[in-house]
């Protein structure tokens, strides 16, 4: 029995997609959408569609950071269950040959997804045959827990290589943070245009990690808030409103190199040219959101929900003028508002790049939706988080606290992005 | 404080998509995908996508059963909480006019999502402020006990109009049902290419049924499979094989005369040009599947995984030899065959609409992923769906059961389509 149709011989997405190149793919896809005018039988344009594209792996900074944010998030947070240093380079280095691959829209493995021996499982799991690369970034994050035992001992001979920042996250007012959906040793963010591509990426990389470390938690995400790019239209949470209009964009050189990586003084050295992640799992509770007014709503948010301009006027972009006043006399901008205390002004200018998606879950015991925001961030330094979450948190600050609670939390080191031919965290183990 | 911007009115979809009509539209979705070349500067052609269109709501048929599978799927099911016969009428009435309207990209009431009294909640919850209709149906079917109760007391005065097809669901060797993922008085199913556009559907709908309907269980699903058009490459799902190749396709119409819409013949007459929907949540053992040989896993199919071609030969679409042999002179279609035992051929020839999507819900508690196929069909008679999964079910059978499991069912009557002033189920109350 052959491995395939007779010839021999695997399919792979290379060759599914390589043979007629890009024209042919975006053709493909407007061939596909093309089904809903069904009495037109004319070929369809040919066009590139942006979103089916590869990003580059390759980089002083890891892809999935500063690229612009694609519309679909699968995360994954793992625990090592290997103690051995050999062990883990291996897994870092099987981990980034695979991410490479499934990145430029290939298979995981030299011989496609169904090459090989028809005897053994195959190299690749099969879903993503025929999807286009669809964007696909794949970023890790190092925990404490990597580096560091229960008992503070280092883990894999890494010791005096654990960030002094890569601390325990403080805990804030109102947390109510479920252990089994916080921390891990190990996350991974796939981020792409098409679900099954960034979970294909997630569950080929846990495939390979099998015997090394296991699934701690993971999280399906989509809708794009909050907005990274200046070319794209701010997206909007499950509240309804904007989010991610003040966020710091990929195209502000100067505010990403002062705020999202981290530099030679910082310290430590493997980390240079990485980045922070902070992630927050963010209930919401939907349906007493949507029995709240307008006016609350947007007294709340401290910004409208139709154009998401501030409620001291103008457009979305307009500056918020903290001293303006209604026409009662009260700050037009709440005090306890969500703009407000998180804004750089009132922080010490701390800002984040933040990069979260809208989840449902589905729905709880209650009959109630099982939705919110993971929330995903990249900083310099986890205290710019700190300060801006200790602004929020808790009933008597933020006045969104009544209609959030945060459920899952992690705080993951990023290291620097690999060259040809090196692997994730090369410099731990130099 | 005005309700919006200081100009008094609300910023509807309707009014941010009619401005500038379907060609800004599309070219809006290609400037946002423009910033991954963020070099390039030059306008983004202009180019109608057609995964933004709308889907008309009025026929003689729902919209959802034949309309060719969207991407994404956001599945809900409801218990009716009231016992009020108008109160009934007046939920189904309202969610027609919002089903009408959210297909159409509009915002749900009157008014515009954040129009009306500043003081009052808004009509629409906004998060779909701003997206193309993307292809949104919305499709409704009635489970048993909207027409009996437990006791078999007629409800809401529907005496005598229960299909006598819409029985329990027989009990299936292998099942593994949760009650709570089971059943349910009414089914909502809304696709959309965009999943912010599914849930958004969904969320109005289930907040409009607040204090007469509750939501049991909701589903997420992306992948669309299986594939319905002939216009389709087929999908794939998690266990990375081709899905729906032999599908009814929604161009057959010969086909779906006769095996999807209940004819006069069929009765009840409230019920002629409608379907009947069966759902199944069927968890898939992802890690033990990926375990498996490419020859256990295409014996276990009976396809290859490659093309999707039948094991006897030939490309996906090839017809299937279930006479061949192979080499060693066995039979190349194993007896036990996923691909032999669902075929009409061994089932009297009874065939399906499937209409279903991939899941991950993340991960269960034991690390592994929770994930696996969220079957839909739609059929004349649900003893379609019974005569073929009495084939499959059990052990002795389907090889497939040695990695998946049945965890939820349900069973609804899908009433036929509105015109532009009816709605849902109106036959049911003449």
Redesign the interface.
């Given at each position: 029995?052959s491995?395939?149709?007779?010839a021999g011989r695997?399919?792979s997405r290379r060759r599914l997609l390589g043979a007629a190149g890009l024209g042919a793919l975006a053709a493909?896809t407007?061939?596909?959408?093309?089904?809903?005018?069904?009495a037109d039988t004319s070929p369809p344009?040919v066009?590139v569609?942006?979103?089916a594209?590869p990003?580059r792996f390759e980089g002083v900074h890891q892809a999935g950071i500063v690229?612009?944010s694609q519309d679909r998030l699968?995360f994954?947070a793992l625990d090592l269950t290997t103690e051995d240093r050999n062990s883990l380079i291996a897994l870092l280095k099987q981990w980034t040959v695979a991410a490479r691959q499934m990145t430029q829209g290939n298979d995981v493995g030299e011989m496609g997804?169904?090459g090989?021996?028809?005897?053994?499982?195959?190299e690749?799991?099969?879903?993503?045959?025929?999807l286009p690369p669809s964007?696909l970034t794949i970023t890790i994050g190092f925990g404490r827990g990597m580096f560091v035992d229960d008992k503070g001992k280092a883990r894999f001979g890494l010791d005096g290589l654990l960030p002094d920042r890569l601390t325990d996250m403080p805990s804030f007012s109102g947390d109510r943070l479920d252990d089994?959906l916080s921390g891990g040793d190990i996350a991974i963010q796939a981020c792409a245009n098409d679900?099954?591509v960034a979970?294909h990426a997630v569950?080929n990389l846990?495939?390979i990690a099998?015997g090394r470390a296991?699934?701690?938690?993971?999280?399906?995400g989509?809708?794009r808030t909050s907005s990274t790019?200046s070319?794209?239209?701010t997206?909007?949470?499950?509240?309804?409103?904007k989010d991610g209009t003040n966020n710091i964009k990929?195209?502000e050189k100067k505010a990403v190199d002062d705020f999202v990586w981290v530099h030679q003084e910082d310290g430590p050295a493997w980390l240079v040219g990485g980045s922070y992640l902070v992630t927050r799992k963010i209930d919401m509770r939907?349906?007493t959101w949507?029995?709240?007014?307008?006016?609350g709503?947007?007294a709340i948010m401290g910004r409208?929900?139709?154009?998401g301009?501030p409620?001291s006027?103008g457009?979305e972009f307009a500056a918020i003028d903290f001293d303006a006043t209604?026409?009662d006399g009260e700050p037009a901008i709440d005090l306890k508002s969500h703009v407000r205390l998180a804004h750089p002004d009132f922080n010490n200018g701390a800002k984040l790049l933040r990069r979260g998606y809208?989840f449902?879950?589905?729905?709880n015991?209650l009959?109630?939706?099982s939705?919110g925001l993971f929330f995903i961030s990249y900083q310099r330094d986890p205290a710019q988080f700190v300060q801006i979450q200790r602004s929020l948190a808790g009933l008597n600050n933020d006045l969104l606290n009544e209609y959030i609670v945060h459920v899952g939390s992690g705080l993951f080191a990023c290291p620097p992005g690999v060259g040809p031919t090196g692997y994730w965290g090369e410099k731990l183990f130099a």
């Amino acid at each position: 029995m052959s491995a395939d149709d007779g010839a021999g011989r695997g399919l792979s997405r290379r060759r599914l997609l390589g043979a007629a190149g890009l024209g042919a793919l975006a053709a493909g896809t407007a061939g596909a959408g093309a089904g809903y005018a069904m009495a037109d039988t004319s070929p369809p344009p040919v066009v590139v569609d942006p979103d089916a594209l590869p990003i580059r792996f390759e980089g002083v900074h890891q892809a999935g950071i500063v690229t612009p944010s694609q519309d679909r998030l699968y995360f994954v947070a793992l625990d090592l269950t290997t103690e051995d240093r050999n062990s883990l380079i291996a897994l870092l280095k099987q981990w980034t040959v695979a991410a490479r691959q499934m990145t430029q829209g290939n298979d995981v493995g030299e011989m496609g997804a169904v090459g090989g021996s028809p005897y053994s499982p195959p190299e690749d799991t099969g879903e993503a045959l025929g999807l286009p690369p669809s964007g696909l970034t794949i970023t890790i994050g190092f925990g404490r827990g990597m580096f560091v035992d229960d008992k503070g001992k280092a883990r894999f001979g890494l010791d005096g290589l654990l960030p002094d920042r890569l601390t325990d996250m403080p805990s804030f007012s109102g947390d109510r943070l479920d252990d089994a959906l916080s921390g891990g040793d190990i996350a991974i963010q796939a981020c792409a245009n098409d679900p099954q591509v960034a979970v294909h990426a997630v569950r080929n990389l846990v495939r390979i990690a099998f015997g090394r470390a296991s699934v701690r938690y993971s999280q399906m995400g989509f809708g794009r808030t909050s907005s990274t790019s200046s070319a794209q239209v701010t997206a909007r949470n499950l509240f309804g409103f904007k989010d991610g209009t003040n966020n710091i964009k990929v195209e502000e050189k100067k505010a990403v190199d002062d705020f999202v990586w981290v530099h030679q003084e910082d310290g430590p050295a493997w980390l240079v040219g990485g980045s922070y992640l902070v992630t927050r799992k963010i209930d919401m509770r939907i349906e007493t959101w949507d029995r709240e007014s307008l006016t609350g709503q947007q007294a709340i948010m401290g910004r409208t929900k139709g154009s998401g301009g501030p409620m001291s006027g103008g457009d979305e972009f307009a500056a918020i003028d903290f001293d303006a006043t209604n026409e009662d006399g009260e700050p037009a901008i709440d005090l306890k508002s969500h703009v407000r205390l998180a804004h750089p002004d009132f922080n010490n200018g701390a800002k984040l790049l933040r990069r979260g998606y809208n989840f449902v879950d589905g729905s709880n015991g209650l009959g109630q939706l099982s939705a919110g925001l993971f929330f995903i961030s990249y900083q310099r330094d986890p205290a710019q988080f700190v300060q801006i979450q200790r602004s929020l948190a808790g009933l008597n600050n933020d006045l969104l606290n009544e209609y959030i609670v945060h459920v899952g939390s992690g705080l993951f080191a990023c290291p620097p992005g690999v060259g040809p031919t090196g692997y994730w965290g090369e410099k731990l183990f130099a």
